[in-house]
């Protein structure tokens, strides 16, 4: 149906002092079959990301690594070349696999009422085997499908 599909725009604009990077911003413009357009805004900054991540108690990505990992979930197939990276980045233990723990241990800077209900929602349209963990082919399958970008918009 022509109505349920939808062309999607993304711009990444990074803010610097200096060679420091201090926000990232992120901006869709979603432009339905039906005609209705509709714009996105994500902001991430570094003094934001640093404070709430002082504050949770699980390990926590430095700012510009959580910027690896947040590019290919924001640009989605757009930035295939670094799902490996961000892939390898979120594999908290060393695995092969992303869990739902180290999944939700990055999100709550982009969405902070999100939880692991809301991610595992997400995960059970690309996890093939079932075990609720991503490998890196279902992360890559995760990204491309935008599913990445739903999750930060809070969509379900």
Known sequence: MANDTYDIRVDETLHKNGDRIVEAEYVYDEVRGSGDARTYRVLVKRQDYERLA????????????FLKVLRPFMLGRHAADDIPEAFRLLDADYSG????????AFMPVIVPDGNPYMLLHHVEKVD???DYKLNLAEF???????VGRDITLGRL
């Open 128 to 130: 093939k085997n079932h």
């Open 54 to 65: 002082a504050t949770i108690t699980k390990p926590t990505l430095p700012f510009d690594k």
């Open 140 to 146: 890559t399958d995760l990204i491309n499908r935008g």
């Open 97 to 104: 696999t992303i869990d739902i723990g180290e999944l939700a």
